[in-house]
């Protein structure tokens, strides 16, 4: 589990863990990666890593969240799925991880096969605020709940293919053909 922060030090110093391991993963598979490696290329005392950090599975964690949130800030306080709204949603949405400061961690996450992580703290992150919305004796909240976890795995899964193509299409592009299915009856193939 990652350590508050309270200090714009701390902050910094976890930044850099969180960086070298991003630059780690670009050349070796997460698995090989050590505590040591992280260390070394943020260039922080080992002993220091556990003033932040328990292991690299934190560092990992918190990477993902830290990117969710940029995420949720950038794109998805304002995701609307009405008609005519859909499409620009879509833009925003693909846009954020077409970026290359995001394209690169995405295509780090899947290339270690690590993208059901961003996955599980997306669901978990939608979990948490759903359960400030509905009581706990709240019928809605199964249901909330239940379509938070489909449009999370939906979302993910175009975007991951997306990321597999190499990105080849153009967030609006990936939009138009997104917003197709998104707006036309359910199981309709055709297009």
């Given at each position: 589990m990652a350590k508050i922060c309270n200090s714009e030090l701390t902050a910094q110093r976890q930044y850099d863990l969180q960086n070298g391991l991003l630059q780690l993963m670009r050349v070796m598979p997460y698995e090989k990666i050590t505590v040591s490696g992280i260390c070394e290329k943020a260039s922080i005392p080992r002993r220091t890593?556990?003033?932040?950090?328990?292991?690299?599975?934190d560092v990992l964690k918190w990477t993902l969240n830290n990117l969710l949130e940029e995420f949720y800030l950038q794109v998805l306080f304002d995701f609307r799925m009405e008609p005519s709204?859909?499409?620009?949603?879509?833009?925003?949405?693909?846009?954020?991880?077409?970026?290359?400061?995001n394209r690169w961690k995405l295509e780090c996450l899947l290339e270690n096969g690590l993208e059901m992580q961003l996955v599980a703290c997306s669901m978990q992150k939608k979990s948490n605020e759903l359960a400030v919305i509905c009581s706990s004796q709240?019928?809605?909240?199964?249901?909330l709940t239940i379509s938070a976890i489909m449009g999370?795995?939906?979302?993910?899964?175009?975007?991951?293919?997306?990321?597999?193509?190499?990105?080849?299409q153009n967030p609006e592009q990936m939009a138009d053909h997104t917003a197709h299915y998104?707006?036309?009856?359910?199981?309709?193939?055709q297009r």
């Amino acid at each position: 589990m990652a350590k508050i922060c309270n200090s714009e030090l701390t902050a910094q110093r976890q930044y850099d863990l969180q960086n070298g391991l991003l630059q780690l993963m670009r050349v070796m598979p997460y698995e090989k990666i050590t505590v040591s490696g992280i260390c070394e290329k943020a260039s922080i005392p080992r002993r220091t890593f556990y003033r932040y950090f328990e292991c690299k599975e934190d560092v990992l964690k918190w990477t993902l969240n830290n990117l969710l949130e940029e995420f949720y800030l950038q794109v998805l306080f304002d995701f609307r799925m009405e008609p005519s709204a859909v499409r620009e949603s879509l833009v925003r949405f693909f846009g954020f991880w077409y970026q290359e400061e995001n394209r690169w961690k995405l295509e780090c996450l899947l290339e270690n096969g690590l993208e059901m992580q961003l996955v599980a703290c997306s669901m978990q992150k939608k979990s948490n605020e759903l359960a400030v919305i509905c009581s706990s004796q709240d019928d809605r909240l199964e249901r909330l709940t239940i379509s938070a976890i489909m449009g999370t795995t939906a979302f993910f899964s175009v975007l991951f293919y997306w990321c597999r193509d190499k990105f080849r299409q153009n967030p609006e592009q990936m939009a138009d053909h997104t917003a197709h299915y998104l707006t036309s009856p359910l199981f309709s193939l055709q297009r």
